[in-house]
C-alpha cells in the first residue's frame, strides 16, 4: 500500500511567481490535511480538506494560498505571488476516517519549497 | 500562543542510555497526543501514541507517560541507538475539532556511540 505522495519534493520559485504543491492520499483515504514547517520549527497546520470540501482553513494565511481536494486528483496547494518568507517544508497528511474518531495522519515526505 | 511546550530543544545520549522527551499542554480538551519521529529530509513517521484514560502505554523501546493533572507527557526511549538519532515531535490533537495536530518545537536526539 502506497504512502502519502508529493510532488514535487523539491520546488524553487523566484518572488512573485506561483507554487503549485501536489499532494495523493494514502488508498482508501479521503481526509488530506496541510501543514507548514519552517526551518527549526514544528509544523504548523494550514488547513484539513475533504474531496470536494474545505473543512478547517484557520490556519492557512488569508491571502495568496488556496487549497483544494477534487473528487478526482491529487490535492493541491497554491501559493500565488510568492515571497521569501514562503520558503520552508510543506507537508500534506491523510487519514481514513472522519475526524471525530481521531484518526491517525500518516505524513508524505513533504515539498520542500526555496523562494529566490 | 504555544499550545504544546517541548523540552529539551537538543538532547545527546550514549547508545544505551535512556532518552527523556517532555512535553506540556495548555488545552485540557486535547484527547490524543501522538509522538512523531523525523529523520532529515522525509515526513514525520507516527512512533506511539496514547489517549488521556491510560497514565502509560509501551510499544517495545519506546514509552509514553501521560500526567493528566499536571497536563504533561513524556516520550522514553530506552536502550538508544544511533538509528534513533532523529527530531522528535510531540502533538496534541483535539478529537471534534477539525483533526488538526498542534505540534511542538521539537527535539533533536543524537545517540553517540
Known amino acids: 500500500n502506497a504512502g502519502v505522495m508529493q510532488n514535487p519534493r523539491h520546488l524553487v520559485r523566484r518572488r512573485g511567481q506561483e507554487a503549485r504543491l501536489r499532494c495523493s492520499p494514502m488508498k482508501g483515504h479521503s481526509h488530506v490535511y496541510w501543514y507548514r514547517q519552517l526551518p527549526e520549527e514544528g509544523l504548523k497546520f494550514m488547513v484539513y480538506l475533504q474531496k470536494e470540501n474545505i473543512i478547517d482553513e484557520s490556519g492557512m494565511p488569508k491571502e495568496r494560498f488556496s487549497a483544494e481536494f477534487p473528487k478526482e486528483g491529487p490535492s493541491i496547494l497554491r501559493i500565488q505571488q510568492v515571497v521569501r518568507g514562503d520558503s520552508a517544508a510543506y507537508f500534506c497528511?491523510?487519514?481514513?476516517?472522519?475526524?471525530?474518531?481521531?484518526?491517525?495522519?500518516?505524513f508524505g515526505p513533504g515539498t520542500r519549497l526555496l523562494v529566490l | 500562543q504555544q499550545q504544546v511546550k517541548q523540552s529539551p530543544q537538543s538532547l545527546i545520549v550514549q547508545k544505551g542510555g535512556i532518552s527523556i522527551i517532555n512535553c506540556a499542554y495548555e488545552n485540557t480538551a486535547f484527547d490524543y497526543f501522538p509522538w512523531y519521529q523525523q529523520f532529515p529530509g522525509k515526513g514525520p513517521a507516527l512512533l506511539i501514541a496514547?489517549?488521556?484514560?491510560?497514565s502509560e502505554k509501551k510499544e517495545g523501546r519506546f514509552t509514553i507517560s501521560f500526567n493528566k493533572s499536571a497536563k504533561q507527557f513524556s516520550l522514553h526511549i530506552m536502550d538508544s541507538q544511533p538509528g534513533d538519532s532523529a527530531t522528535y515531535f510531540c502533538a496534541a490533537n483535539l478529537t471534534g475539532g477539525g483533526n488538526k495536530l498542534t505540534f511542538g518545537t521539537g527535539t533533536q536526539l543524537k545517540v553517540e556511540l
Open positions: 497528511a491523510s487519514s481514513p476516517r472522519i475526524a471525530a474518531l481521531g484518526e491517525t495522519q500518516y
Open positions: 496514547i489517549r488521556p484514560d491510560v
